[in-house]
Structure formats: structure tokens, C-alpha cells
């Protein structure tokens, strides 16, 4: 076990050590997120984050958009598809506009390296507040990727997909979706 764990912190699509730069550079920010229907029902979801140092997740969260309605699943996988942990299957909701976060049973030790944070809703109806790329070009090159039919989130290791124009059915490619998920890591001893 890795004795340098960092305390206290929340990793989230925006936040630095996650897509934050890639949005900001093609001018999307916090202030940009809107909530937005999940355009392909089952489908996962998973933005690339980076550590410097081991944290130990205790929570995930997204943020729920305007209408709440079905069941998510978030949770998180290594840079080669490794799964590592997720929320399960879980009834959005708590309110409209607000955070939504899951307390894990059991405390989960990542870190360091590259890790993807995953989500996967059962339906198009709910929604969630998202960032919405101009092209499915601008998630590739921030290293998002997908996968159909995976709800709720799958507990074995995965083969990524690339977020392309090409392949992706009319709906990811009409509206590349980018949603606000995230983590918590509180103080471990």
C-alpha cells in the first residue's frame, strides 16, 4: 500500500486532473454545463483523469440536470480497462439541479496513474448536467471513450471504444456528451 495518500480532495470532468484543460481550451467551463438527456440509453461513458499520488475513494457523485428519472451507475476503471469500482445500479434521485453522491461501502485505494471515470444511465429520460463538445473529435482528443449496452456499469474488464464521428450511432454524434461525474476521497488513516 502506497504510505502517500492525498486527503480530502474531489476529482471531477471539470477538474484539472480530468478534462478541465480540454474543456476550458475550447471554452467550456463549470459555467457551461447544462442538463441534458442521455442520448443512448445503456450506454457507458468513460472520461480519462490522472493522479500524482494514491487517493482513497469513498464517494461518487454526478451532478443531476433537470429532470430525475430512472437509474445511473458510476464508478471507475484503470487506463487499460480495468475495473476498479462503481456505485451499482442507482435510482437518480434527491432533486433536480443538485448532487447526487454515493457512499461506498468500502473505501477504494487508485493511484497513481491514469484512471477513467465511468457513467451509464438505464434510459434517455433522466438527465444530467454535461458539457456539450461541438464535435465528437474534441472527446476524442480528450481520450473519452464508450461502450454500448453496459448498464449497469460492468464489474469485469473492459475494451474500450473511441469516440468517433464514424462509428458512433446518430445520437453521440449529433450530441457528444461529456457528463459531470466525479469522486470524493475523504481522510484515510
Given at each position: ?185 475523504d481522510t484515510f488513516d
Amino acid at each position: 500500500m502506497n504510505s502517500q495518500l492525498l486527503h480530502n480532495i474531489s476529482i471531477w470532468t471539470s477538474s484539472g486532473e480530468c478534462i478541465g484543460t480540454e474543456l476550458g481550451v475550447n471554452g467550456l467551463d463549470v459555467s457551461n454545463a447544462a442538463s441534458a438527456f442521455n442520448p443512448v440509453t445503456s450506454t457507458a461513458y468513460f472520461i480519462p483523469f490522472w493522479l500524482g499520488s494514491a487517493v482513497s475513494v469513498t464517494k461518487v457523485f454526478w451532478l443531476n440536470g433537470t429532470t430525475v428519472q430512472g437509474s445511473i451507475d458510476v464508478g471507475i476503471y484503470d487506463k487499460d480497462g480495468t475495473y476498479i469500482l462503481s456505485a451499482g445500479s442507482t435510482t437518480q434521485s434527491g432533486g433536480t439541479s443538485t448532487p447526487q453522491v454515493v457512499t461506498l461501502t468500502n473505501p477504494v485505494i487508485i493511484g497513481p496513474g491514469q484512471f477513467y471515470l465511468a457513467v451509464s444511465m438505464n434510459q434517455t429520460q433522466g438527465h444530467l448536467f454535461r458539457f456539450l463538445w461541438t464535435t465528437t473529435t474534441l472527446g476524442t482528443m480528450a481520450g473519452m471513450k464508450y461502450l454500448f449496452d453496459q448498464f449497469p456499469l460492468p464489474t469485469t474488464n473492459v475494451t474500450f471504444t473511441n469516440l468517433t464521428n464514424t462509428d458512433a450511432p446518430l445520437p453521440l454524434r449529433a450530441l457528444p456528451y461529456c457528463p459531470d461525474i466525479g469522486f470524493y476521497s475523504d481522510t484515510f488513516d
